[in-house]
């Protein structure tokens, strides 16, 4: 897939349809790989990689991206293809300067999941038919790929590209997921359990912003969080529970535009389970105003910045409140 | 335990002049009277108002003065539209001296000295005129030429009026940026107007004003043919700490709050281009 | 040497938590670890190292600094500041045991940060030996050999039992206080597990990693790299290699509103951070370039020109394992240093 990939990149610069590549660049191990945008095929021969370790969602550096000269090659995987189009939609992106390949996605595996089992001193990766061959400086180690899944890539919610210019491989489809799942057992714990499970989570959150910048959805010039004249611009918690403020704010303000890529849960690194708020607003979403996914097309009203007659009353927030 | 910097003490703002539109000088005194403490040209103070916001201002008054402490504050921010709207008799919170001084008692003893200052610029400056006027058998000649956008842009205009352009013993030349009515001085920009008075290469020079005067007249006075180890300024970055700390003000490995603000040209030519 | 047996270890962990407060890393998730205050039953990580530094112990992520009471135009100070308990940290690695004396050099240098001194009068560091360094540990980059791993007390392991070493008055103390537990036991062993731990670190991935290539008198050439536009480039300015680094120091001064009063607090802040040096006027460090640049600098350079060429780094690792991008200290020094 590496190989095809790296092809294509090459002609689309060769022929002067893209004068840049955004990819991935080989890291010091064999599971580190940073985002990165190539210029040239030696910079690609030198240094792309795309791997099983190739997580990060790549659609907000093409918001930057975009707005420069000439025409950029963006790979997405599936997933990415729906925080593409949700930028496009809200004029983020602008769609002409990004030719976009869709690609295989995942599932992609978090070495966390392996450092995990104790394994360390990892100096290699290979999956071998769904089971992974970890060289160490302490020997090797084998683990089912399965379990070295990354959280992300879990609950997959489809496999199918929804924009794009050409692609290589074959297209998928939506999938079922089993994402709502940990959402449902949330919603089916008493008040103060949840409670107490966000408290818990939550209180490990060293306020890094990483969530916040990686996210997709999160693209304002100045976010309230940074803005000294919204008074809520600290960077440390003044009591417990501002901590948990940060989270549920900004979980309302991706409220409809969230297209639960996973990167927030992905990036955090104290392992809190963020993309748990944002599915339980996409699971009511689709229950208060039918299914909905956000980035799936670029035309589509948003439910919650439309207005229907039959849009559910706000009586209905008294009425699960008191359930 | 001992005292803490970072715990501020409580001053008093005794008086408010309003020197232009958008300049106030505050004269702020210690609760029992006296200033809260000592310092030397150049250095400078935090003052806070609890809730607003906490700031680094130059100490505007001359170490000279026993009696109590002036700042020259510009609306600009959160903090300073506070000040500016605050009456006589409100307390703040203040703590410092923090940075080093121009040095009055060493390079510059003896030297003829001119004085480069741009609107606020002259803030800080102000505290070493004053000091060098206090003790004026120990410096050589005295030369100040000060400019801003227009008269009423002039901070301290009343005392540059009455006390520095009365006193024999030192030049003063102002001069404003376009012509304005009541206005017979010279008219044009700073750095133009010291390369038109043409100094004595052998001053000393002290400079303060906005980024893009400093740099004209920096390079006027090369051009004049002074060195850069002839030329002090005094520098301006975010601070929080006031100590060494905090990690923010830093240009290069030289913290402005506790290796400045005062640096010589020459110092600051050392040091990355990041101000 | 004095030692306890590997079956004893929570014995002297509940005759620690007796007198003072004690802290040692515990497993939140398989191989996750934080410290915890201890609680009697509870297991030592077998993790190499905790996600957080154990910077927090003297430089939390907030602190109140002091009070004002508002009233008129009247401003009261209130100073909080009360003296600290005891406490003792165990199994800090060595990593972060040097960490230390990099923050005391910024902390303990005049004037002295009365809030940091004292958590660090009051804290005894007990040390844990590395045997099973990770692919990401480099600490022998900065001269630290992480089978001495120095604090108050050093402690080391052979497979079996625990052996004490103290290296301060204060570990002296801490070791007589339990002393009564521990017994003189055959150390033999240890020097064939230190050799072991230090042949491995010759064969990480890291290993050949060099601080020649930087220092103070690197100052201007550094700064003026070409390099750094490519290194920043995938940079979304989060604070994370910040908060988990045990030696980034920098700190926001903020205050909060009660309701009944004003708390001045301090808190960490990163130079990452866009804000960082936003004035009302302007900001000296306007792109992710310039402030990616200046954490690099900061460590490699401006900081062991001001500390007698001390470098501020100490290669546990965390950023390498943390940033979502996976760009780090060591792929900056790569792309710098002399070829």
């Given at each position: 897939?590496?190989?095809?990939?790296?092809k294509?990149a090459?002609?689309?610069l060769?022929?002067?349809?893209?004068?840049?590549v955004?990819?991935?660049?080989?890291?010091?191990?064999?599971?580190?790989?940073?985002?990165?945008?190539?210029?040239?095929?030696?910079e690609?021969d030198?240094?792309?990689?795309?791997?099983?370790f190739?997580?990060?969602?790549?659609?907000k550096y093409?918001?930057?991206?975009?707005?420069?000269?000439?025409?950029?090659?963006?790979?997405?995987?599936?997933?990415d293809t729906?925080?593409?189009?949700?930028?496009?939609k809200?004029?983020?992106?602008?769609r002409?300067?990004v030719?976009?390949?869709?690609?295989?996605?995942?599932?992609?595996?978090?070495i966390?999941?392996?450092?995990?089992?104790?394994?360390?001193g990892?100096?290699?990766?290979?999956?071998?038919?769904?089971t992974?061959?970890?060289?160490?400086?302490?020997?090797?180690?084998?683990?089912?790929?399965?379990?070295?899944?990354?959280?992300?890539?879990?609950?997959?919610?489809?496999?199918?590209?929804?924009?794009?210019?050409?692609?290589i491989?074959?297209?998928?489809?939506?999938?079922?997921?089993n994402?709502?799942d940990?959402?449902?057992k949330?919603?089916?714990?008493?008040?103060?359990?949840r409670?107490?499970?966000?408290?818990?989570?939550?209180?490990?959150?060293?306020?890094?912003?990483a969530?916040?910048?990686?996210?997709?959805a999160?693209?304002c010039e100045?976010?309230?969080?940074?803005?000294?004249?919204?008074?809520?611009?600290?960077?440390?918690?003044?009591?417990?529970?501002?901590?948990?403020?940060?989270?549920?704010?900004?979980?309302?303000?991706?409220?409809?535009?969230c297209?639960d890529?996973?990167?927030?849960?992905?990036v955090?690194?104290?392992?809190?389970?963020l993309?748990?708020?944002n599915?339980?607003?996409?699971?009511?979403?689709?229950?208060l105003?039918?299914?909905?996914?956000a980035?799936?097309?670029?035309?589509?009203?948003?439910?919650?910045?439309?207005?229907?007659?039959?849009?559910?009353?706000p009586?209905?927030?008294?009425?699960?409140g008191?359930? | 335990?001992?005292?803490?910097t970072?715990i501020?003490?409580?001053?008093v703002?005794?008086?408010?002049?309003?020197?232009?539109p958008?300049?106030?000088?505050?004269?702020?005194?210690?609760?029992?009277?006296?200033?809260v403490?000592?310092?030397?040209?150049?250095?400078?103070?935090?003052?806070?108002?609890?809730?607003?916001?906490?700031?680094?201002?130059?100490i505007?008054?001359?170490?000279?003065?026993?009696e109590?402490?002036?700042?020259s504050?510009?609306?600009?921010?959160?903090?300073?539209?506070?000040?500016h709207?605050?009456d006589?008799?409100?307390?703040?919170?203040?703590?410092?001296?923090?940075?080093?001084?121009?040095?009055?008692d060493t390079?510059?003893?003896?030297?003829?000295?001119?004085?480069?200052?741009?609107?606020?610029?002259l803030?800080?400056?102000?505290?070493?005129?004053n000091?060098?006027?206090?003790?004026?058998?120990?410096?050589?000649d005295?030369?100040?030429?000060?400019g801003?956008?227009?008269?009423?842009?002039?901070?301290?205009?009343k005392?540059?009026?009455?006390?520095?352009?009365?006193d024999p013993?030192i030049?003063?030349?102002?001069?404003?940026?376009n012509?304005?009515?009541?206005?017979?001085?010279?008219?044009?920009?700073?750095?133009?107007?010291?390369?038109?008075?043409?100094?004595?290469?052998?001053?000393?020079?002290?400079?303060c004003?906005?980024?893009?005067m400093?740099?004209?007249t920096?390079?006027?006075?090369?051009?004049?043919?002074?060195?850069?180890?002839?030329?002090?300024?005094?520098?301006?970055l975010?601070?929080?700490?006031?100590?060494?700390?905090?990690?923010?003000c830093?240009?290069?490995?030289?913290?402005?709050?506790?290796?400045?603000?005062?640096?010589?040209?020459?110092q600051?030519?050392?040091?990355p281009?990041?101000? | 040497?004095?030692?306890?047996?590997?079956?004893?270890?929570?014995a002297?962990?509940?005759?620690?938590?007796?007198?003072?407060?004690?802290?040692?890393?515990?497993?939140?998730?398989?191989?996750?670890?934080?410290?915890?205050?201890?609680?009697?039953?509870?297991?030592m990580?077998k993790?190499?190292?905790?996600?957080?530094?154990?910077?927090?112990?003297?430089?939390?992520?907030?602190?109140n600094?002091?009070?004002?009471?508002?009233?008129?135009?009247?401003?009261?100070?209130?100073d909080?500041r009360?003296?600290?308990?005891?406490?003792?940290?165990?199994?800090?690695?060595?990593?972060?045991?040097r960490?230390?004396?990099i923050?005391?050099?910024?902390?303990?240098?005049?004037?002295?940060?009365?809030f940091?001194?004292?958590?660090?009068?009051?804290?005894?560091?007990?040390?844990?030996?590395?045997?099973?360094?990770?692919?990401?540990?480099?600490?022998?980059?900065f001269?630290?050999?992480?089978?001495v791993?120095?604090g108050?007390?050093?402690?080391?392991?052979?497979?079996e039992?625990?052996?004490f070493?103290?290296?301060?008055?204060?570990?002296?103390?801490?070791?007589?206080s339990?002393?009564?537990?521990l017994?003189?036991?055959?150390?033999?062993?240890?020097?064939?597990?230190?050799?072991?731990?230090?042949?491995?670190?010759?064969?990480?991935?890291?290993?050949?990693?060099s601080?020649?290539?930087?220092g103070?008198?690197?100052l201007?050439e550094?700064?003026n790299?070409?390099?750094?536009?490519?290194?920043s480039?995938?940079?979304?300015?989060?604070?994370?290699?910040?908060?988990v680094?045990?030696?980034?120091?920098?700190?926001?001064?903020?205050d909060?509103?009660?309701?009944?009063?004003?708390?001045?607090?301090?808190c960490?802040?990163?130079?990452m951070?866009?804000?960082?040096?936003?004035?009302?006027?302007?900001?000296?460090?306007?792109?992710?370039?310039?402030?990616?640049?200046?954490?690099?600098?900061?460590?490699?350079?401006y900081f062991p020109?001001?500390?007698?060429?001390?470098?501020?780094?100490?290669g546990?690792?965390?950023?390498l394992?943390k940033c979502?991008?996976?760009?780090?200290?060591?792929?900056v020094?790569?792309?710098?240093?002399?070829?």
């Amino acid at each position: 897939m590496q190989e095809a990939m790296i092809k294509r990149a090459k002609e689309l610069l060769a022929d002067g349809t893209v004068n840049r590549v955004m990819g991935w660049k080989k890291g010091e191990f064999a599971y580190d790989t940073t985002p990165a945008v190539f210029e040239t095929a030696e910079e690609i021969d030198r240094e792309f990689v795309y791997n099983d370790f190739t997580q990060a969602n790549q659609s907000k550096y093409l918001i930057k991206e975009s707005r420069k000269e000439g025409k950029i090659l963006a790979l997405l995987k599936p997933c990415d293809t729906y925080s593409f189009n949700q930028l496009v939609k809200e004029h983020r992106i602008i769609r002409e300067n990004v030719y976009v390949i869709g690609i295989p996605g995942g599932p992609k595996i978090d070495i966390e999941k392996i450092k995990a089992k104790g394994i360390t001193g990892i100096t290699n990766v290979k999956n071998e038919d769904f089971t992974l061959k970890i060289e160490t400086i302490y020997g090797v180690e084998t683990m089912p790929f399965y379990e070295a899944i990354s959280v992300k890539c879990e609950s997959c919610k489809s496999k199918k590209h929804v924009v794009y210019d050409e692609l290589i491989g074959e297209d998928g489809d939506v999938l079922d997921s089993n994402r709502f799942d940990m959402v449902e057992k949330l919603e089916n714990m008493t008040a103060q359990e949840r409670y107490d499970f966000w408290r818990g989570e939550l209180s490990r959150c060293i306020r890094c912003n990483a969530c916040r910048n990686v996210c997709p959805a999160c693209t304002c010039e100045n976010c309230v969080f940074d803005n000294p004249k919204s008074g809520i611009d600290q960077k440390a918690a003044a009591d417990s529970f501002e901590e948990n403020m940060f989270h549920i704010i900004r979980a309302f303000h991706v409220a409809g535009r969230c297209t639960d890529c996973g990167e927030c849960s992905r990036v955090c690194p104290q392992n809190i389970p963020l993309h748990l708020l944002n599915r339980k607003f996409i699971k009511d979403i689709n229950c208060l105003y039918g299914e909905y996914q956000a980035g799936a097309d670029t035309t589509s009203k948003a439910p919650l910045t439309d207005y229907r007659t039959d849009d559910c009353e706000p009586s209905v927030v008294h009425e699960r409140g008191a359930e | 335990m001992n005292n803490d910097t970072l715990i501020p003490l409580i001053g008093v703002v005794t008086d408010i002049r309003q020197d232009t539109p958008d300049v106030k000088t505050f004269r702020v005194n210690a609760l029992d009277g006296g200033k809260v403490f000592e310092h030397m040209p150049g250095q400078c103070a935090m003052l806070s108002i609890p809730g607003v916001g906490e700031g680094m201002f130059s100490i505007t008054s001359s170490p000279t003065n026993k009696e109590f402490m002036e700042f020259s504050i510009k609306k600009c921010g959160c903090l300073t539209t506070w000040l500016h709207a605050m009456d006589v008799g409100q307390q703040i919170t203040i703590r410092g001296p923090y940075g080093n001084y121009f040095p009055v008692d060493t390079e510059l003893k003896g030297k003829d000295l001119l004085f480069v200052a741009g609107g606020i610029g002259l803030a800080p400056l102000r505290s070493v005129i004053n000091y060098v006027r206090d003790k004026r058998a120990d410096y050589g000649d005295v030369q100040i030429v000060y400019g801003s956008r227009s008269k009423d842009d002039l901070v301290d205009y009343k005392e540059i009026i009455d006390e520095w352009t009365a006193d024999p013993n030192i030049e003063v030349n102002l001069t404003i940026d376009n012509p304005q009515e009541g206005w017979d001085g010279h008219v044009g920009f700073v750095p133009n107007y010291v390369k038109e008075l043409n100094p004595s290469t052998n001053k000393t020079v002290l400079v303060c004003g906005p980024p893009i005067m400093i740099k004209f007249t920096l390079a006027g006075l090369k051009e004049l043919g002074f060195t850069e180890t002839q030329v002090y300024t005094t520098m301006e970055l975010r601070m929080k700490c006031g100590v060494g700390k905090c990690g923010r003000c830093n240009i290069g490995d030289k913290y402005v709050c506790k290796d400045g603000p005062v640096f010589r040209f020459d110092q600051l030519d050392a040091l990355p281009d990041e101000y | 040497m004095l030692k306890i047996s590997a079956s004893n270890l929570n014995a002297l962990f509940d005759r620690i938590a007796e007198k003072q407060t004690l802290y040692i890393p515990v497993d939140r998730e398989p191989n996750v670890s934080e410290y915890k205050k201890y609680e009697s039953g509870m297991t030592m990580s077998k993790a190499l190292n905790t996600v957080r530094s154990a910077k927090d112990f003297f430089f939390p992520q907030t602190e109140n600094l002091a009070e004002f009471k508002m009233s008129g135009k009247t401003i009261e100070v209130k100073d909080i500041r009360k003296e600290n308990e005891d406490f003792v940290v165990f199994g800090v690695r060595a990593c972060d045991a040097r960490s230390f004396g990099i923050l005391d050099k910024v902390f303990l240098s005049e004037p002295v940060d009365s809030f940091y001194k004292n958590r660090r009068d009051h804290g005894t560091i007990v040390t844990m030996a590395c045997t099973r360094p990770a692919e990401t540990c480099f600490c022998t980059t900065f001269g630290i050999d992480p089978t001495v791993p120095g604090g108050d007390v050093s402690v080391f392991f052979d497979g079996e039992n625990y052996f004490f070493l103290d290296n301060t008055p204060k570990g002296e103390a801490f070791v007589a206080s339990v002393s009564d537990l521990l017994e003189n036991g055959d150390a033999s062993k240890l020097a064939e597990v230190q050799e072991n731990a230090r042949n491995i670190m010759k064969k990480l991935p890291l290993a050949g990693l060099s601080t020649d290539s930087f220092g103070g008198e690197r100052l201007m050439e550094h700064f003026n790299s070409d390099k750094w536009a490519e290194l920043s480039e995938s940079c979304f300015g989060c604070g994370t290699c910040t908060f988990v680094c045990p030696t980034c120091q920098c700190y926001d001064i903020r205050d909060f509103d009660t309701g009944n009063g004003i708390k001045r607090f301090r808190c960490w802040d990163s130079c990452m951070y866009s804000d960082f040096t936003k004035m009302a006027h302007g900001n000296s460090r306007n792109s992710q370039l310039e402030r990616f640049r200046q954490r690099f600098m900061h460590k490699l350079v401006y900081f062991p020109a001001n500390n007698d060429g001390e470098f501020g780094c100490v290669g546990c690792g965390r950023c390498l394992s943390k940033c979502p991008i996976s760009m780090n200290i060591v792929k900056v020094m790569k792309a710098l240093e002399d070829k």
